[in-house]
C-alpha cells in the first residue's frame, strides 16, 4: 500500500486560494488518485479524481470550475489547486488511491494519512 502524506492547508479568506500537496511513499504512476474532504460532524466526502495517466478528471458538484486536480507521476505528487474558496470549503482534506468506475471514486483502501486541514473564514 502506498503511503500518501498531504500538506499545504491553512487559514484563508472567503475568495482566496490554496494549493494542496500530496506526496506518495512510491510510484503512482499506475494508481488513480483523488482528494476528499470530511468537514466536522459530516462523512467524508470525494472531492476531484484524476486518472492514473492524468487524462481524465472528475470533480464533485460543489467544486466544479473552481477546484483543480493535477499531478506530476515524476515526482509521485498528486494536487490541488483551490479558487474562489468559500467557508463550506473548510475541513480535513485526504488524498487516496480509489478504484474508479465511470464517475465513481472509491477509496481503495481502508486506512487514510493525517490529511491536511483548510479553514476559510467569512
Known amino acids: 500500500q502506498v503511503q500518501l502524506v498531504e500538506s499545504g492547508g491553512g487559514l484563508v479568506q472567503a475568495g482566496g486560494s490554496l494549493r494542496l500537496s500530496c506526496g506518495a511513499s512510491?510510484?503512482?504512476?499506475?494508481?488513480?488518485l483523488a482528494w476528499f474532504r470530511q468537514a466536522p460532524g459530516k462523512e467524508r466526502e470525494f472531492v476531484a479524481g484524476?486518472?492514473?495517466?492524468?487524462?481524465?478528471?472528475d470533480y464533485a458538484d460543489s467544486v466544479k470550475g473552481r477546484f483543480t486536480i493535477s499531478r506530476d507521476n515524476a515526482k509521485n505528487a498528486v494536487f490541488l489547486q483551490m479558487s474562489s474558496l468559500k467557508p463550506e470549503d473548510t475541513a480535513l482534506y485526504y488524498c487516496?488511491?480509489?478504484?474508479?468506475?465511470?464517475?465513481?471514486?472509491?477509496?481503495?483502501?481502508?486506512?487514510w494519512g493525517q490529511g491536511t486541514q483548510v479553514t476559510v473564514s467569512s
Open positions: 487516496q488511491e480509489t478504484w474508479r468506475a465511470g464517475s465513481k471514486w472509491n477509496p481503495k483502501h481502508n486506512s
Open positions: 512510491r510510484s503512482i504512476s499506475f494508481r488513480h
Open positions: 484524476v486518472t492514473n495517466d492524468g487524462n481524465i478528471a
